[in-house]
């Protein structure tokens, strides 16, 4: 039977079980670490795809690894589907402030590269997948609300039921059904569906990008499309193109123009995957200066988005270094 003088433990049983405690909470510590670190590409993956910014998506996963550490185990049944709330909440705050900010953006915006060759940004089994990360569909996300382009993220890149997607929104499966439609609508009208021969677009953008390198005038014209339009984010830090320019023989004269700068000729040049599509990453000085992302359409480049900021360059800079 318990008693009052069984229950007084001497100093040293005190200090035993405290290290017992520290050192099970060090352990459970270590433990939630290793299940955080399980899915960390997929939490990076979803929140870049929400937010077009690898240094937002950064910051994103460090604070859900925040919560992650300090939430009670006991309210955790399933990790992965409380990550997957946690993250995309404290994005779809992330985006409301974002759009103000890029209403004042200098010059056109583009998202962050991301080198995605060895899955950076999650699974690329599918074409949903690969194409969830391309240019042409983040700049078509946009066009979204936040919680329209977060029912869409979840339902096509990572495949989760309208009951989950309205779990993890906190709405009722009925409106987040209503939601997909409308975001559906809104993009699968515009995009272009990724090209089948990931080979014979990788051969493509090197002739395109040797033909403009050359001045083969001839040759850009046989490979960029006639509404084809290239886009040039500097972030007001850099010199670039403050406008689209539109058309084949613009975008001709535009190119030839870049390419007799100066600078060109101590550029080394890499073909890479970015955004899950066969591109261009320009160095200068063993950095990266640009990346050049075209898009392919029927055989032929139909637009060409070059990212020149350095702040957006920073994420690809690290993956390189």
Not at 88 to 97: D, K, P
Not at 182 to 207: I, M, N, P
Not at 221 to 238: C, K, P, T, Y
Not at 284 to 291: E, F, N, R
Request: proline fraction near 4%; charge should be negative.
């Amino acid at each position: 039977m318990d008693t009052a003088a069984d229950a007084a433990q001497p100093d040293d049983d005190h200090g035993d079980h405290g290290d017992h405690g520290d050192h099970g909470d060090r352990d459970r510590s270590v433990a939630d670490v290793a299940v955080f670190e399980q899915q960390r590409s997929r939490v990076f993956g979803l929140a870049y795809r929400l937010l077009g910014s690898a240094a937002d998506a950064e910051d994103m996963v460090q604070e859900t690894f925040l919560r992650w550490l300090a939430a009670d185990p006991g309210t955790v049944s399933v990790p992965e589907a409380w990550l997957t709330r946690v993250v995309t909440n404290l994005c779809l705050n992330r985006l409301t402030s974002a759009r103000v900010q890029r209403e004042r953006y200098v010059g056109p915006w583009l998202p962050e590269p991301v080198l995605t060759g060895e899955g950076a940004l999650g699974p690329m089994d599918t074409v949903e997948q690969r194409e969830s990360v391309s240019f042409g569909v983040l700049l078509l996300l946009e066009r979204l609300t936040p919680p329209e382009r977060a029912v869409f993220v979840l339902r096509a890149a990572f495949g989760h039921s309208h009951r989950e997607i309205a779990a993890v929104l906190d709405i009722g499966e009925a409106h987040a059904r209503q939601l997909y439609h409308r975001a559906r609508g809104h993009v699968g009208g515009h995009r272009r569906r990724f090209a089948a021969d990931a080979d014979e677009q990788s051969r493509l953008v090197e002739r395109f990008f040797a033909a403009a390198v050359d001045g083969d005038i001839a040759g850009l014209e046989r490979l960029l499309a006639e509404d084809v339009v290239s886009w040039a984010d500097g972030g007001g830090q850099v010199t670039a193109a403050r406008r689209p320019v539109s058309g084949r023989d613009r975008v001709v004269r535009y190119l030839l123009g870049v390419g007799r700068r100066p600078e060109a000729a101590a550029a080394r040049v890499e073909f890479r995957e970015v955004n899950a599509t066969a591109s261009v990453v320009i160095r200068l000085d063993g950095s990266p200066a640009a990346v050049l992302v075209p898009e392919i359409r029927d055989g032929r480049v139909a637009a060409v988005r070059i990212v020149v900021s350095p702040a957006k360059l920073a994420f690809v800079s690290a993956q390189l270094a």
